[in-house]
């Protein structure tokens, strides 16, 4: 979730009651009454969540329990920069600043769609996040592709343990995003 002065804060929530959500979170980066936002997918659509932190103790030395109280859900829309076209082809994720993923490691994907702005990976490993940075490398028949990407959003993928990742390209060179537009014509697009 995100903070009310824009830190990333890491929440693991453990019960709910109606608007009211038990949780820790780590300890020195939590209030009361901090207020924290995140979008969240609610039947299958997504949504922009604010809760406010009712009461936050310790819970170890690291950890704080906290009650979240959610004081807002409203429908978030999500519109893509550029049409996808279905794709298949194995590629892989470098995390660079991930909230669960320590930096270097990699994480091998599936990309299902593409596009000039961006793509969705498949993927069976559920600490990816929203915001993460990676480094993607994909190799076409056109080229490799070796960029940072950016996670814009998630959703849940068709088998049990999968998540498709909605990515975006963060510093794509313009000779990379001559080798994606050449996928993309290559593909019909």
């Not at 038990?22 to 609610?42: D, F, I, Y």
């Not at 793509?119 to 929203?130: C, H, K, N």
């Not at 056109?142 to 959003?153: A, H, P, Q």
């Amino acid at each position: 979730m995100t903070s009310d002065s824009g830190e990333s804060v890491e929440i693991w929530t453990i019960s709910r009651t109606g608007g009211v959500v038990r949780a820790s979170a780590p300890r020195l980066t939590v209030r009361e009454g901090m207020q924290l936002t995140c979008r969240l997918p609610l039947n299958g659509r997504p949504h922009r969540i604010t809760a406010r932190i009712e009461s936050a103790e310790v819970q170890s030395q690291s950890r704080a329990a906290l009650l979240l109280r959610v004081v807002q859900a409203t429908p978030d829309a999500y519109h893509r920069q550029s049409h996808r076209l279905p794709v298949s082809v194995s590629a892989s994720l470098t995390a660079l600043m991930c909230g669960r993923v320590v930096s270097d490691e990699v994480l091998p994907i599936q990309i299902v769609d593409l596009s000039a702005g961006g793509f969705g990976a498949l993927i069976t490993d559920d600490r990816p996040r929203v915001d993460d940075l990676y480094r993607l490398i994909v190799r076409f028949f056109e080229g490799t592709v070796d960029c940072e990407v950016r996670v814009k959003v998630m959703r849940p993928g068709r088998r049990a343990g999968e998540q498709v990742l909605g990515c975006a390209y963060c510093d794509i060179s313009s000779g990379m995003a001559e080798i994606v537009r050449g996928v993309l014509a290559r593909l019909g697009g």
